[in-house]
C-alpha cells in the first residue's frame, strides 16, 4: 500500500493480508434449552434480513434491544444466518457459542463465517439475546464498531462508521478509479469491484483485525480474505494468499494514517489494495511476498511516470553506498518487527523484481509467471519452475539480473 509509515513519503504502498474468522464447527447442543436457543437466533437472523425491528427487538432483553440493528440498517445483507455451536447455561442465564453466517448483497462470492458469543437471559417462559459479540480475541465486524454508513461507487460498496458520508464517497471514486487500472494490469477474471471498510480511528481498524492498534500505527490500509497465508509487519500491510472461493475480501482503512496522503499516496493505496483481491485466486502459500507485495506495487505505480529512485529511495541509498543486496527479499524481511529500512528495502527490492520482469520479459509474462507460481500451491520449486518454465531462466539468473538492474536504475 503506498505510503510506508504514512510519513511524508507516501509513495510506497503496505499491505497486510489477514484472515476472516473461519468458525471452528462443533455439534449443536441436543437439549431443550439448545433447540429454544437456535430458535431464536433464527427468528433474530429473519428479522435482520427483512429489516425488520420489531421482530429483532422480541429476540433481545429490553434494554438495548434494538442496537445491533440499528447499526446493521445500512449494510445491504444478502445472507444472515445463526449456527449453535455449544450452550452453557446456568439457571436462567445462557452463554452461547455460535457461527454467524452473513453474505453483502452484490459482493460476497460466498457466506462470510466469524464466531460469536451470545449471552441470554430466559424470563417469562423465553429465551432473549442480552449481547452478541465477537468470540474470544476474534475482531470485530464493523456494524460492532457503531452504525454503519454505506455510499455504493460504481465498482465499490464503502461502509465506514463514525465517517461523512462525503468522505466515504471519496473512497468510492477512488476504488472505482483502481477497479479499471487494476483490470488493465492484471486481467478481468476477477469480481471486478470491491468492499472498503472505514473505521472511525485506528483503534477501529485494529479492532477489526483482533489486533493490538500498535502494530498498524502509519499503516493506511490493510487488505483481508479467507485465508492468511503469511502475516509480516512494518509500516505497509502485506499480501498473504488466499483460495481460489475466497468468498469476500476487505479493504480496511486506517483513517488516522491514510488522512496524511497526498492525493497520489492515496490512490496508490486504494490500487494496491485492490490488486491483492485481483490476484487472491492465484495468490498461494507459493507466492513468496517478494511476488505479492512486489506485483501490487508494480499495479500501484503503473503508469504514474515517477522514476525509480522516487519509488525505492531506501534501496537507492543502498546501492550509491555500494551495498546491493545479494538476494531477492526473504518473506521475514517483511515481518512488522523488522527494522524500517530493512522492511523499505524489502519492499522495493519486490517491486524492482516486478519491473525488471516487465520491462525485460513484457507485461503478458510478468502476469504469467505470477499465476505459475501461485497455480503451483507449495513454496518449493515454485519460483525456480516459474522461472524456468515462463521466463526461460534460472534462479540464479535471474537474481544476477535483478542485481544488474538495480545498479542500472539506481545507481
Known sequence: MAGRRCTSRAGLS????????????????????????????????TAVLDRDEAAFRATGAAAGAGTGFANLRDVPLA????????????????????????RIEGYDAAPVTVDRTLRLTHAAGAWRVTSDEPAGSGGDQLWDQGAVTAVRGERSLVLGVGQSGERLRSFADLADHAVPAVSEAWGTDWTRHVVVLVPK????????????????????????GEVSEAKGGSPRPEAGGGSAKAPADRIIVNPDAYGVLGDFG????????????????????????????????WVGYRGSGRAPGQVAPELERAVAEGQVPGALP???????????????????????????????????????????????RERAGAVEGALRDVLHTTAERFTRLWRQYLKDQLG
Open 79 to 102: 445472507g444472515w444466518s445463526y449456527r449453535l455451536n455449544d450452550l452453557r447455561r446456568t439457571g436462567d442465564r445462557a452463554t452461547a457459542d455460535a457461527q454467524l453466517r452473513y
Open 330 to 376: 526473504e518473506d521475514g524481511d517483511f515481518g512488522f518487527a523488522s527494522d524500517a529500512g530493512r522492511l523499505a528495502r524489502a519492499y522495493e527490492g519486490g517491486w524492482m523484481a516486478c519491473r525488471l520482469i516487465a520491462d525485460h520479459w513484457g507485461e503478458v509474462r510478468l502476469n504469467d509467471f505470477y499465476r505459475a507460481v501461485g497455480d503451483h
Open 201 to 224: 480511528s485506528l483503534e477501529g481498524m485494529a479492532g477489526l483485525l483482533g489486533a493490538p492498534a500498535s502494530g498498524y500505527r502509519g499503516i493506511a490500509a490493510v487488505t483481508t
Open 266 to 297: 492515496k490512490q496508490v493505496v486504494l490500487t494496491h489494495e485492490t490488486t491483492h483481491v485481483a490476484t487472491r485466486a492465484h495468490t498461494t502459500a507459493a507466492t513468496p511476498l517478494w511476488l505479492s507485495e512486489g506485483y501490487a506495487d
Open 14 to 45: 503496505l499491505v497486510l493480508l489477514l484472515a476472516v474468522l473461519v468458525g471452528c464447527g462443533g455439534r449443536a447442543p441436543s437439549d431443550g434449552a439448545a433447540a429454544e436457543v437456535q430458535r431464536v437466533l433464527d427468528r433474530r437472523a
